[in-house]
């Protein structure tokens, strides 16, 4: 088992395609990082085999700010959104769904899933080495927002992309002997999603293409959880081969 760097950042998606909440600490369970991702907004009368809004068609999504946590049945899920013009409406509210109508040009229904919803795996991994390599590549200073992720980590290895070698690994988050553990399963591969600012949802070609010259597209790793457990920030991170569940 090797010690490979610190948890950096933690962060829930608790509606798709919507503005993330950062923690300090949160609950991996075996359907990714409690309170994430389990609402979604659907839209009214699409037939299609994946009929979610997401930030691909409304951009402004990553805007929207989901807020008022409270515990249901060990989840922390949100109870309010908060709109790109700083008005609060309630999750489930009519009003909310008029102003995503309104403003997106769908009529869309709240859709909650017990155990989440997610486009790959329950859990997305990157480094800040990543991260700070493709700003450069782009020439900004890339917002870590962009790239999504559940788990920033920060690598004791300077060198951008090192997760790219994680796949078919086991990441143990912390010490003790029954420390959460997840399973490397694949790389992430990119979409425009990262070309959007998060305070704005204006979009910057840019940074997709720094991620397609740099790494063929790839940033970062997908993973799924073999062991349940209590993430936090600032926790040691070790990569083994192999791990008991």
């Given amino acids: 088992?090797?010690?490979?760097?610190?948890?950096?950042?933690?962060?829930?998606?608790?509606?798709?395609?919507?503005?993330?909440?950062?923690?300090?600490?949160?609950?991996?369970?075996?359907?990714?990082?409690?309170?994430?991702?389990?609402?979604?907004?659907?839209?009214?009368?699409?037939?299609?085999?994946?009929?979610?809004?997401?930030?691909?068609?409304?951009?402004?999504?990553?805007?929207?700010?989901?807020?008022?946590?409270?515990?249901?049945?060990?989840?922390?899920?949100?109870?309010?959104?908060?709109t790109p013009s700083g008005a609060e409406f309630e999750l489930r509210s009519h009003e909310l769904r008029d102003e995503i109508r309104n403003r997106s040009g769908h009529d869309v229904e709240l859709m909650m899933f017990k155990n989440g919803i997610f486009d790959d795996a329950h859990l997305s991994l990157i480094s800040l080495i990543t991260i700070d390599t493709i700003g450069r590549e782009a020439g900004i200073e890339l917002d870590?927002?962009?790239?999504?992720?559940?788990?920033?980590?920060?690598?004791?290895?300077?060198?951008?992309?090192?997760?790219?070698?994680?796949?078919?690994?086991?990441?143990?988050?912390?010490?003790?002997?029954?420390?959460?553990?997840?399973?490397?399963?694949?790389?992430?591969?990119?979409?425009?999603?990262?070309?959007?600012?998060?305070?704005s949802g204006a979009q910057d070609p840019r940074v997709m293409k720094a991620v397609v010259r740099q790494n063929a597209n790839f940033a970062g790793v997908y993973a799924t959880v073999v062991r349940a457990g209590l993430i936090r920030t600032g926790q040691t991170v070790h990569l083994v081969r192999s791990v008991q569940s």
């Fill in 1 to 82: 088992m090797t010690a490979i760097g610190r948890v950096a950042e933690l962060v829930r998606y608790p509606v798709k395609s919507m503005a993330g909440s950062s923690t300090d600490s949160a609950l991996l369970g075996l359907h990714g990082i409690a309170g994430d991702r389990r609402f979604a907004f659907r839209r009214v009368g699409d037939p299609t085999a994946f009929p979610f809004l997401t930030a691909g068609r409304f951009p402004q999504m990553v805007t929207y700010q989901p807020g008022g946590f409270e515990d249901v049945k060990g989840e922390p899920l949100p109870t309010y959104v908060r």
């Fill in 144 to 199: 870590r927002r962009r790239m999504r992720a559940n788990v920033v980590l920060d690598t004791y290895a300077e060198e951008p992309f090192l997760e790219d070698r994680w796949v078919g690994a086991t990441i143990v988050f912390g010490d003790e002997p029954d420390a959460a553990a997840v399973s490397v399963t694949m790389r992430d591969e990119r979409c425009a999603m990262i070309n959007l600012d998060p305070d």
